[in-house]
């Protein structure tokens, strides 16, 4: 059960666009296209942005988008605002019948 | 509207132990799987424990297997972690979440999540 990979921080100006990137393996991203992504803010709960890979939920900004291929996930955030601004986790289910969760990635608005 | 609220942290000895509850309401609680999710101070999010709706099937992550119980209460509406033999690497924010999905043939993510409850194991 080790956690997913993912880079400590990413960065951009605002109006641009940046990836993360969810690797994990066979048995858990690559297994499943059961990926989804979380949007944390400072002192507050988790906030669902993508789910099944690729899915928003009724009312996340269509900024956002996730994609997958083989053991990797994405979550690409354009038209960056500066209330982007947080900690984005990924997870996934895993061959286990458990979940795993992402090392998780800063995101900072230059 | 969905909401999950957390209760029952707090301060504990190493060894000790407490009971987490998580009060749901906006949906049909009975009808969805539910999930305990940890963030230890300053750390990512670690997925703890999973309970089926009717409760015949958990899963827990290592660490805590042996030493930690999730139940439900499906008349009360409430979902709980039982934690016993606390260390200190168990302090942590502590999320009851919503799962949808069967993860097996159709969808599978935390959907809603509560505020949590802050678990400090110290002497």
């Known amino acids: 059960q080790s956690a997913l990979t993912q880079p400590a921080s990413v960065s951009g100006s605002p109006g641009q666009s940046i990836t993360i990137s969810c690797t994990g393996t066979?048995?858990?991203?690559?297994?499943?296209?059961?990926v989804s992504w979380y949007q944390q803010h400072p002192g507050k709960a988790p906030k669902l942005m993508i789910y099944d890979v690729s899915n928003r939920p009724s009312g996340v900004s269509n900024r956002f988008s996730g994609s997958k291929s083989g053991n990797t996930a994405s979550l690409t955030i354009s038209g960056l605002q500066a209330e982007d601004e947080a900690d984005y986790y990924c997870?996934?289910?895993?061959?286990?019948?458990?979940?795993?969760f992402g090392t998780g990635t800063k995101v900072t608005v230059l | 509207e969905v909401q999950l609220v957390e209760s029952g942290g707090g301060l504990v000895q190493p060894g000790g132990s407490l009971r987490l509850s998580c009060a749901a309401s906006g949906f049909t609680f009975s009808s969805y799987w539910m999930s305990w999710v940890r963030q230890a101070p300053g750390k990512g999010l670690e997925w703890v424990a999973n309970?089926?709706?009717?409760?015949?099937?958990?899963y827990y992550v290592d660490s805590v297997k042996g030493r930690f119980t999730i139940s439900r209460d499906n008349a009360k509406n409430s979902l709980y972690l039982q934690v016993n033999s606390l260390r200190a690497e168990d302090t942590a924010v502590y999320y009851c979440?919503?799962?949808?999905?069967?993860?097996?043939?159709?969808?599978?993510?935390?959907?809603?999540w509560g505020q949590g409850t802050l678990v400090t194991v110290s002497s």
């Open positions: 066979s048995s858990d991203v690559g297994g499943y296209n059961y």
């Open positions: 979440a919503r799962r949808v999905g069967y993860c097996t043939s159709t969808s599978c993510y935390m959907a809603e």
């Open positions: 997870s996934s289910y895993t061959s286990s019948s458990t979940h795993v």
């Open positions: 309970i089926k709706q009717d409760g015949s099937e958990k």
